[in-house]
């Protein structure tokens, strides 16, 4: 079984630009959890999807972050302009069910912004 | 008051010790706890999942869950350098799907 997997790895940008997350679930999760570890800090829940709906996202930093999972499959978190505090490793999740199942995380996108 | 604290280390232990790592946490709501390792440049990987309290033993790693005092531990037996990691903890409320992690504890298994 495939796990959750990440791209880009590594992103570098410039402050004000845009980036463009991707993350593809294990298949058949239906959760999609998005998370950022910052450096120093824990790593922090950003939003959850149940298929190809947002069922929590009160841990979206502001409305710079747009994240969508069109048709229940991949996810993409951008973030437009970018700025220096959101520098830091982006971890996606995937579970089977909702409360009762683990999750399981990718190998996270590092972003770095300039 | 933090969610989950988690001392963050460094522990340094020899090969063949045991291994304690420890987490508490203040939310009573909380109802599943995982135990996650994370290699450098990686991305957490789950080592233990349970629920409620009570003990629950895979191989050489063991974790309890005290409720009642709000204390999460891991247990390693025999440890090994290939478990040099960062530990985390990370309950999870049974109504919510969003983990709340500790910081973590860097662990090195010296040969």
């Known amino acids: 079984e495939a796990g959750v997997t990440q791209f880009p790895s590594h992103s570098v940008i410039e402050k004000g630009q845009t980036v463009t997350l991707r993350c593809d679930p294990i298949s058949g999760h239906d959760n999609l959890y998005w998370y950022r570890r910052v450096m120093g800090k824990e790593i922090k829940f950003l939003l959850h999807f149940v298929k190809e709906s947002k069922q929590d996202e009160s841990g979206m930093p502001n409305n710079r972050f747009l994240a969508e999972r069109t048709g229940g499959t991949y996810s993409t978190l951008k973030v437009q302009p970018a700025e220096l505090e959101d520098s830091g490793v982006y971890f996606c999740?995937?579970?089977?069910?909702?409360?009762?199942?683990?999750?399981?995380f990718g190998n996270g996108t590092r972003l770095t912004v300039t | 008051q933090k969610e989950v604290e988690q001392d963050p280390g460094p522990l340094s232990v020899p090969e063949g010790a045991i291994v304690s790592l420890n987490c508490t946490y203040s939310n009573s709501a909380f109802q599943y706890f995982m135990w996650y390792r994370q290699y450098s440049r990686k991305g957490p990987e789950l080592l233990m999942y349970t629920y409620s309290s009570g003990n629950k033993e895979d191989g050489r790693f063991t974790a309890q869950v005290d409720k009642s005092s709000k204390y999460i531990s891991l247990f390693i037996r025999d440890s090994q350098p290939s478990d040099s990691a960062t530990y985390l903890c990370?309950?999870?409320?049974?109504?919510?799907?969003?983990?709340?992690f500790g910081k973590g504890t860097k662990l090195s298994v010296k040969p």
């Open positions: 999740a995937s579970s089977a069910t909702w409360g009762g199942s683990p999750l399981h």
């Open positions: 990370a309950p999870r409320g049974g109504s919510q799907g969003n983990l709340i």
